[in-house]
C-alpha cells in the first residue's frame, strides 16, 4: 500500500470565516504555532495574490514600532515557528516544502497543491458579476463562511482587504439573487437578500430589491412592511429613504407591480417577453466593424467599418432590405445618432488613447450632406436623447450641436467629461470612455 506521506502534500487555508489550515485534509494543531507572530506570518502571505512578500515588508506590517534588528529576529522566529507548525516533523536544517526564503523574499507554497478559499472565493464571485453565471455566484456564497479573518478585527493590516471583500461579496450575492429571480426562483433569491439585510439593515438597495421580488410574488403586504423596516433602518442614521424607494411603494400600494406570470405578456400584443430572441445578421464582409447605433426610425443601422483592409468609412444597413449602402464619407468613425437622425462622427481619428482614438468632432445633419466642425481632441461623444435640435429651427446649428452632445477630450494631462461642449463636468487622471445618456437624459 502506498504511503500518503510520499505523495506531493496539499496544503489548504482557509482565511474567510475565520483561520485554518490544513495538510493532506489534517488540521494543523493549535498548540504547533506556539507563536502568534507564526500565525500572522502565514495569514499574510496566504492573503497576497501570489503568497510571497519581501521581509522588509512583513516586519513593517508585524513589528512597526520595533527596531530593524528586533523585527528581523522575530520574524526569524515566526518563519521557524511557522514551518514547524506547517511539518512538525521537519528536521533540523532541512528544507521546509511550505515555506521557502530566498532573495529576501519569503513565499508560502506546496509541491502538490496550494488552496487558499480566499483565491477561489475572489475568482468565483468576479466570474459571477462579469459573466453572469449563477452557479458561479452560488458557489461564492457558498464559500463566504464570514468576514476575511474575522479574529483579527483590531490589527490594522487586515482591514483594507476584509472591506474589499466584503463587498465584493456583497455585489456578487445581490448579482446572484436577481439571476434567481430572473430564473423564477424567488424563494432562493429573498433568502440571499434577508442574510445581507441581517448583517446590514440599512442597505437601502437590498430593500428595494426585497420589496420588487415581494411583490412579484404577489406578496404585497410582506412588500410594504419591508418598506417601513428599511424606514426605521435608515431612522438611525437619522436620514430618510431615497425618492426611489418612495416610488417603488408608492407603485405597490396602487398595484402596479404584477406578480410574475402577469407580468410576461405584453398588454398590446400578448406576447411572451422572456421568448428567445431573433438574430439577424446585417453584415458579413471581412473586416472590422468599430461603432454601430439604431436610426431613430428603428428600420436602419449607421456603422463604421473597415472592409478588406481598406479606409474606415460609414454605412447605412436597411433592415428590410439587407442593403450594406455606404454613405460617401471616409476616414470617419461613428460616436453617436441624435433622435432626429443627426449623426456624431469622429473624423481623422488617429493614436490610440485608452480605449478611443482623438480626432475632430463633426455633426452630419439629417437633412445635409455636409458635415459641420464642432470641435477638436475629441475622443468618445454622446448625443442628448430628449432633445430634437436641428439646424432647421433656425438658429446657429453649431450652437445648437454643441448644446446637445457630451464629449470626453484630454484638456492639462486628464481626462475631461463635458456636457455640454466646452463645460467641465468631471475630469481625472485616469480614463475616461464611451459615455452614454440615460434614456431620460439625467
Same mark, same amino acid.
Given at each position: ?41 502565514? %495569514? ?39 514551518? +514547524? ?6 528536521? %533540523?536544517?532541512?528544507?521546509? =516544502? ?6 529576501? =523574499?519569503?513565499?508560502? =507554497? ?8 480566499? $483565491? ?29 479573518? /474575522? ?47 441581517? !448583517?446590514?439593515? #440599512? $442597505?437601502?438597495?437590498? !430593500? ?18 419591508? &418598506? ?11 436620514? /430618510? ?23 410576461? %405578456? ?15 445578421? @446585417? ?35 436597411? &433592415?428590410? #432590405? ?8 471616409? $476616414?470617419?468613425? @461613428? ?24 480626432? #475632430? ?49 484630454? +484638456? ?20 475616461? #470612455? &464611451? ?8
Amino acid at each position: 500500500m502506498l504511503n500518503r506521506y510520499s505523495l506531493k502534500p496539499l496544503l489548504e487555508i482557509s482565511l474567510l470565516g475565520g483561520f485554518q489550515v490544513k495538510v493532506d485534509g489534517q488540521p494543523v494543531v493549535e498548540k504547533h504555532w506556539v507563536r502568534n507572530s507564526a500565525k500572522s506570518l502565514v %495569514k499574510l502571505l496566504a492573503l497576497k495574490p501570489l503568497h510571497a512578500m519581501h521581509r522588509e515588508q512583513v516586519m513593517d506590517m508585524l513589528w512597526t514600532v520595533h527596531s530593524l534588528e528586533t523585527a528581523s529576529n522575530n520574524l526569524n522566529k515566526a518563519i521557524y515557528r511557522a514551518r +514547524r507548525a506547517l511539518e512538525p516533523d521537519l528536521a %533540523k536544517g532541512s528544507h521546509s =516544502q511550505f515555506i521557502l526564503t530566498q532573495n529576501k =523574499q519569503i513565499i508560502l =507554497q506546496s509541491p502538490g497543491s496550494l488552496r487558499v478559499d480566499l $483565491d477561489e472565493f475572489e475568482r468565483l464571485a468576479n466570474f459571477a458579476i462579469s459573466e453572469n453565471k449563477l452557479e458561479a455566484g452560488q458557489k461564492a456564497i457558498e464559500l463566504y463562511r464570514g468576514d476575511l479573518l /474575522a479574529e483579527d478585527i483590531y490589527e490594522d493590516w487586515t482591514y483594507p482587504r476584509r472591506e474589499s471583500i466584503r463587498i465584493l461579496y456583497r455585489k456578487a450575492a445581490t448579482k446572484t439573487a436577481n439571476m434567481y429571480a430572473d430564473h423564477g426562483n424567488y424563494s432562493k433569491s429573498i433568502q440571499i437578500l434577508k442574510e445581507l439585510i441581517a !448583517h446590514d439593515d #440599512t $442597505d437601502e438597495h437590498i !430593500h428595494r430589491l426585497l420589496m420588487r421580488f415581494y411583490a412579484e410574488t404577489g406578496s404585497r403586504y410582506q412588500a410594504l412592511k419591508q &418598506f417601513e423596516q428599511c424606514r426605521e433602518a435608515l431612522q438611525t442614521l437619522r436620514i /430618510a429613504p431615497e425618492s426611489e424607494t418612495f416610488e417603488l411603494e408608492q407603485s405597490i400600494k396602487r398595484g402596479e407591480i404584477f406578480p410574475t406570470k402577469q407580468k410576461l %405578456k405584453t398588454k398590446a400584443s400578448e406576447t411572451i417577453i422572456n421568448s428567445a430572441p431573433e438574430i439577424i445578421p @446585417l453584415a458579413s464582409q471581412n473586416g472590422l466593424i468599430n461603432s454601430a447605433r439604431f436610426m431613430p426610425d428603428g428600420k436602419s443601422v449607421i456603422l463604421s467599418a473597415t472592409w478588406q483592409g481598406g479606409n474606415n468609412g460609414l454605412y447605412a444597413n436597411s &433592415f428590410e #432590405t439587407g442593403e450594406l449602402k455606404p454613405l460617401g464619407l471616409e $476616414d470617419a468613425e @461613428l460616436f453617436s445618432v441624435s433622435p432626429s437622425g443627426d449623426l456624431a462622427l469622429n473624423t481623422k481619428p488617429f493614436g490610440w488613447f485608452g480605449l478611443g482614438k482623438e480626432g #475632430t468632432l463633426k455633426v452630419l445633419p439629417s437633412k445635409d450632406e455636409k458635415p459641420i466642425e464642432i470641435t477638436k481632441n475629441v475622443r468618445s461623444a454622446d448625443w442628448l436623447p430628449t432633445k430634437n435640435l436641428n439646424s432647421a429651427n433656425g438658429g446657429n446649428p453649431k450652437f445648437d450641436y454643441e448644446r446637445s452632445l457630451a464629449i470626453v477630450r484630454s +484638456r492639462n494631462g486628464k481626462d475631461c467629461l463635458e456636457y455640454p461642449v466646452g463645460n467641465i463636468i468631471y475630469e481625472t487622471g485616469g480614463w475616461i #470612455t &464611451f459615455p452614454r445618456f440615460s434614456p431620460d437624459g439625467k
